[in-house]
């Protein structure tokens, strides 16, 4: 258990804008920051993040809270996992508390898996560090290509000792299980039930998380035979999904955000010599086909993709329609080709980082005008050829989701393919035409607009009595948290708090909302132990229903700009302007609404009485209650209008 006083220091250091940036890429607008959605594949941002409040609201799918609840959502931590990464951020040592035995809970499956995986990581390291087999084969061949001691450390590179059980029965005798080892693909096991190492005699490669922990591994042999595969990789698991890494990028993101552009190669070799040029904003999807998951994750800091080819011709020709898939996430490609026989790797090495920076900034070019070259050369004066890359050329046109940049390219092309711009149109229109007809026959389901009067609100729907009842519940709840530490100075009431006013006024209201229940619940209970709970108090608290209810009552996805009066003249309600109609109406307008509720369930009892007396009886709490609405009525009336 982490002590109150380190999750107190975590807090007070934590600051929100950074934490989510490192996962998001954010704009500063106004108070706030906004952003793509990290949880949602969107082209409108709809991620809010508030610095003053310290929470962030994910529109399009209704996740909010702090830091911490990013963390948890976004890299499913455990709520301890998640202050020890932002410890570790902020380099604040972590005290812990013995839990008892008894309360000890069974360790996190996917943390186990980290855990093990991470130790593998600095066995490796050691081995190549520390014994005479690492440093002869291991550490000469890094050196031998160049890499410094810095980018080696840096990348946490690593060798496995060419012997069938050298990591997995250390690992075995440091008591990690060893069905860890097999699942995480550490380790093989043989037909009689034993294991082996995976790696054996390789340079090893760590694959690092968002969040800088090793989830899997890319081995290199150093052998000459043919039979042997070059590299081998970790299989995929519980934490590591291949489709959804890039090779670097944990090292990279900063750089990315910051140039506004990420650099994309092949393989592990390539992130690492251009990353000690100097150009960090540099990743890799390490040998596999691109995916569009890694392109949503590049996406997220960059709308500008620069590739950097080698000089194989016939592996760019085969790479060029999966690129495709980039211009149809939005994003802005440009290529560049190396010299033949050269890749990223070879030629900083043969050219220093000074000429290979110069030599990609001369030699970018646009995608489409890229791959229109290419696939005109081939073609040559072939006219059933030249007809097909044009088609080719107008179906990657299609993919870009701006009509703008698409008028743009066409105009272009039509220069480079020297045929008219109408008729690539032509073709253009023809094929929107036929992805409509499509997306007709098989519409993509649209994310449904939640009105602006309740943009929050995550129940299903109900009865119109207990929709109001649930917004009145509510609107208590954003009272509470907003105003609850503010001092009252009304005329007949001073120097009091308004949230153990409110408190106090609704003790004979029974709130049916669960998650509001519970918070008010939080909230008399802090007031009787004489705390105040303010936004902070329920922000970081343990359960997770009161964080996404205080985050929504926190949350706004718009805001007013500062001369909206000045450009419309349209007044907006000042809740503050008058605190006393704020607060008094809405416990009453809550009160009379559970009177409501009395009253409809009194007619249905007396529709369904059984004898004259139970009759009467019920008649007379109906009076009673129509009295109590008309006293709340009046009352209402008086407070608001006065």
Not at 303 to 328: F, H, Q
Not at 404 to 432: A, G, H, T, Y
Request: hydrophobic fraction near 35%; include cysteine; glycine fraction near 6%.
């Amino acid at each position: 258990m982490i002590t109150k006083s380190t999750i107190d220091r975590i807090m007070e250091a934590t600051d929100i804008v950074e934490v989510i940036g490192d996962f998001v890429q954010l704009k500063k607008r106004g108070a706030n920051y906004i952003g793509l959605s990290p949880f949602a594949n969107e082209k409108t941002p709809s991620f809010t993040v508030s610095p003053a409040k310290g929470i962030f609201k994910d529109f399009s799918t209704g996740k909010g809270g702090s830091a911490v609840t990013f963390l948890m959502e976004h890299e499913k931590y455990s709520y301890p996992e998640a202050l020890k990464w932002l410890a570790k951020k902020y380099n604040i040592e972590v005290e812990e508390l013995r839990d008892k035995p008894e309360n000890a809970e069974a360790e996190n499956h996917r943390e186990s898996m980290l855990l093990v995986t991470n130790y593998a990581a600095k066995f490796f390291q050691e081995t190549m560090w520390d014994t005479a087999e690492g440093k002869n084969i291991g550490l000469s061949y890094f050196k031998e290509r160049g890499f410094t001691t810095e980018i080696i450390k840096k990348f946490e590179l690593g060798y496995s000792p060419d012997h069938w059980e050298a990591f997995t029965g250390t690992a075995i005798n440091k008591k990690y299980k060893p069905e860890l080892l097999e699942e995480t693909g550490l380790s093989i096991k043989r037909d009689n039930g034993t294991l082996y190492d995976r790696w054996r005699g390789r340079v090893m490669f760590p694959i690092h998380g968002f969040t800088g922990r090793v989830i899997a591994f890319g081995g290199r042999t150093l052998k000459t035979d043919k039979n042997v595969p070059k590299y081998v990789n970790s299989p995929e698991s519980e934490i590591y999904h291949k489709s959804n890494v890039l090779y670097g990028l944990f090292f990279a993101k900063k750089a990315i955000r910051d140039e506004d552009n990420c650099y994309l190669v092949e393989g592990y070799a390539d992130v690492l010599s251009v990353h000690q040029a100097g150009i960090e904003n540099v990743v890799a999807s390490s040998g596999t086909s691109l995916t569009v998951e890694q392109i949503r994750l590049i996406g997220r800091f960059t709308k500008n993709i620069t590739i950097l080819y080698d000089g194989d011709a016939a592996g760019i020709k085969a790479s060029l329609r999966g690129l495709d898939l980039i211009l149809e996430e939005g994003l802005n490609v440009k290529v560049v080709l190396f010299p033949d026989g050269h890749d990223p790797d070879s030629y900083v090495r043969q050219v220093g980082s000074s000429a290979f920076k110069t030599y990609i900034d001369q030699n970018r070019k646009d995608f489409i005008l890229y791959k229109t070259s290419i696939l005109l050369k081939e073609a040559g004066n072939d006219p059933i050829q030249r007809a097909n890359v044009i088609r080719e050329i107008v179906e990657s046109i299609a993919r870009i989701p701006d009509s703008i940049k698409q008028s743009v390219f066409v105009r272009e092309c039509s220069q480079q393919l020297q045929i008219d711009e109408r008729i690539l149109l032509s073709e253009l229109n023809k094929m929107r035409l036929a992805k409509s007809k499509k997306d007709g026959k098989q519409p993509e389901p649209m994310p449904v607009e939640e009105p602006p009067a309740d943009l929050w609100a995550d129940e299903p729907v109900k009865s119109n009595a207990s929709e109001k009842s649930t917004n009145q519940e509510r609107e208590i709840v954003r009272l509470l948290l907003i105003y609850g530490n503010q001092i009252i100075n009304w005329d007949n009431i001073a120097n009091t708090y308004i949230g153990p006013f409110m408190i106090a006024e609704l003790s004979d209201v029974e709130f049916e909302q669960p998650a509001c229940k519970a918070f008010v619940d939080i909230y008399k209970k802090e007031v009787e132990n004489g705390v105040l709970p303010g936004e902070q108090f329920f922000i970081h608290y343990p359960d997770k229903q009161i964080v996404d209810l205080a985050v929504d009552m926190l949350a706004t996805k718009y805001v007013l700009s500062e001369n909206w009066y000045n450009m419309h003249r349209i007044m907006v309600h000042d809740e503050q302007g008058n605190m006393k109609a704020t607060i008094l109406g809405a416990i009453f307008h809550l009160k009379k609404q559970k009177v409501s509720q009395i009253l409809e369930k009194l007619q249905a009892d007396l529709q369904n009485a059984q004898n004259a007396t139970d009759q009467d009886m019920i008649m007379m709490q109906y009076q009673q209650m129509k009295k109590i609405e008309k006293h709340i009525s009046d009352y209402l009336g008086s407070v608001i209008l006065r």
